[in-house]
Structure formats: C-alpha cells, structure tokens
C-alpha cells in the first residue's frame, strides 16, 4: 500500500494505492493522522485505486472521522467492489460522506 497527499481546491486530498489490509492499516492511519495534522477544512481520502479493503482498513476510517471531530469534513471516495460495497453493507457511508470519484468529492466539498 501507498499513499499521496495533495491540496486540491482547499481540500486535502489522501490518495491510497493497493491493499489496505490488518498488515498495512496502520500505515495508513499514520498518513491520516498527518494529514489531519495540518487541520485541513476537509479531508478526502481516495480509494479508488484500492484493490482489497478489510476491516481493519474500515476501521481505521472510522478513527479518522472521530479524531477529525467538527473541524475537518471527511469524505471517502470508493467505487467497485473492493471498496464501496464494504462500506455500504457496513453503513459507513452513513458515517461519512461516500463519493464515486474525486471530481465528485470536490464538488461535494466545496458545495457544503
């Protein structure tokens, strides 16, 4: 698994590439942490290039959203398979905002 920050609009964008599994999930809390660190307005982590998302990847989304708190907006872009359907049959899309793709995402942001 890897990972990418950029700013993209005002919002700080985590990109994730791979498998985020029990062995790489805590790398990427790490980037989150960082990318939170900087206390963007908002934060989007992008799994559209995630090709298998377990529980502990899900989790460590869910850590994201509580430790951002009131002052960053997280949303999470996923389509497919590997990561959107987890994400629904586990009502996370409930938790944070679910986006099919970055263009979305920053649309949604700068909209709300």
Known sequence: MTTS?????????????GEVD???????????????????????IDLSAVSFLASAGMAALVAAHQRAGEATKIAVVADGPATSRQLKMTSLDKVFALYRTLDEALTGFRDN
């Open 5 to 17: 920050v950029a700013d993209h609009d005002g919002a700080t964008v985590l990109t994730v590439t």
């Open 22 to 44: 029990l062995a790489t999930a805590p790398a990427l809390e790490t980037a989150i942490d960082a990318a939170l660190g900087a206390e963007p307005a908002g934060l989007i």
